[in-house]
Every structure is written in structure tokens, then in C-alpha cells.
């Protein structure tokens, strides 16, 4: 069974203070890995997806990592604007084509000005 | 921009109510799914569809169903609510890989 693990669970940060997230994960077989980001009381906001390891993806504050067993998501220099929570989820390529995905738990951010 | 939207943004219903979430993408995606999502058990997948009249179980479709007449748009049916189905619910379609989310409905069950 397809197993994904966020940490920390949350995260408080000061206004430009760099830190990473980390999405532990086991999956038969990797067809893709995912970051989202969601606001509270909002769906999920599709951020980054990762295909194999050593690829990184970037935007803005974000860079999205991937080795083959975890990801990392650094946040640099992060603002007040940035605080959410960020889910990690993957697609086991052994699954059908419609992109059922496995979700962790999401690490809660909170950037303080 | 994806364009997923949910028809309802926030629900009270009473217990054994028969109760309609609708979703629509503008798209032209061919799949689309239900999820829920609940503090400390994170998103858990109700039904997907495939195609237009194609359904598949997702992790937790009992006390649910689906239905898929048109392609842009997908409904989830609870036949008879109950207080633990009190949840958001989250719609979702994608085109390859990526899923998009719509805006969540949040259902509450008294």
C-alpha cells in the first residue's frame, strides 16, 4: 500500500526565514509526485509535479526537490503570504491512468511578519 | 486558467435527507473525481469517472454514489445523509498526471 508522510506537522516561521518541508514516501513504482497548497476553507492548489529523482521545479518563493525516497519543498525567504498548508501526494504507476492519488497530511506553515 | 466549480459552498442538512453535490469543469477533461477531507485523515477518494456513464470506487464509496450524464459535469449522491458524512467535499478532474481541485463544499449533517 502506498504510503506518504509530511513533516513537520507544522511550521512556524519568521518573515525571511528559509526552511524546507519533507514528504516521506513508499509506492510501488513512482509515476509522479505532487505538492499542493491550500488555504483555509479552500481546495487544493496544484503547485509542482515531480517525475523522477534529481528533478527540481521552482516558483517564486518554492523549489520542489525529489531523491527516491523523499521530497523536499524549500521555501526561501518566505512572506506572511505564503502561510497555508502544503500536501505532498503521489501516483503509483502501477495504478490506472485517472490519477488516483495518495495524499499525506499536509505540514501546516505559518509565516509571522 | 482550470476551472473546476462546485454549485455549493456550504450545506445544512438533516439526517436521512437525500443530498446532491454538483461539480462542473470547464476543461474538457476526462476524468473526474470525489473526494472528502477531514482533520486528521487528510483527502480519502469517494468515486472517479472515466468517461461520460463510467464510475469506479474509490477508498470510501459507501453511502455514496455518482453520476456522470455529461462530460463537463459530475454529481455526488448521498441517498440518505448521515451525521458522520458531515465533511468538505473537494471535486476534482484532470488531463494526464495533474489533478485541479474545485473550492470545496462543506457539508454538515444535524
Known amino acids: 500500500e502506498d504510503q506518504v508522510t509530511q513533516s513537520p506537522e507544522a511550521l512556524r516561521l519568521q518573515e525571511g526565514e528559509s526552511s524546507s518541508l519533507n514528504c516521506s514516501y513508499t509506492?510501488?513504482?513512482?509515476?509522479?509526485l505532487f505538492w499542493y497548497r491550500q488555504d483555509p476553507g479552500k481546495g487544493p492548489e496544484f503547485l509542482f509535479t515531480?517525475?523522477?529523482a534529481g528533478e527540481e521545479k521552482e516558483k517564486e518563493r518554492l523549489k520542489a526537490t525529489l531523491t527516491k525516497k523523499e521530497s523536499f519543498l524549500h521555501i526561501t525567504a518566505p512572506k506572511p503570504e505564503d502561510s497555508a498548508t502544503y500536501l505532498c501526494?503521489?501516483?503509483?504507476?502501477?495504478?490506472?491512468?485517472?490519477?488516483?492519488?495518495?495524499f499525506g497530511q499536509g505540514t501546516i506553515l505559518t509565516v509571522h511578519p | 486558467d482550470v476551472k473546476v466549480t462546485q454549485s455549493s459552498r456550504y450545506l445544512v442538512k438533516r439526517t436521512g435527507e437525500k443530498v446532491f453535490l454538483e461539480c462542473v469543469q470547464d476543461?474538457?477533461?476526462?476524468?473526474m473525481f470525489w473526494y472528502r477531507q477531514d482533520p486528521g485523515l487528510g483527502l480519502r477518494l469517494i468515486y472517479f469517472s472515466y468517461d461520460v456513464k463510467m464510475k469506479e470506487k474509490g477508498d470510501i464509496p459507501e453511502g455514496y454514489s455518482v453520476s456522470r450524464e455529461k462530460k463537463e459535469r459530475f454529481s455526488l449522491i448521498l441517498e440518505s445523509a448521515s451525521t458522520n458524512q458531515t465533511s468538505m467535499y473537494l471535486c476534482?478532474?484532470?488531463?494526464?498526471?495533474?489533478?485541479?481541485f474545485g473550492e470545496g463544499s462543506w457539508l454538515t449533517v444535524v
Open positions: 501526494a503521489v501516483l503509483n504507476a502501477g495504478g490506472t491512468s485517472y490519477g488516483k492519488l495518495t
Open positions: 476534482a478532474s484532470s488531463h494526464g498526471n495533474t489533478i485541479y
Open positions: 509506492v510501488s513504482g513512482l509515476r509522479g
Open positions: 515531480l517525475y523522477s
Open positions: 476543461m474538457d477533461h476526462e476524468n
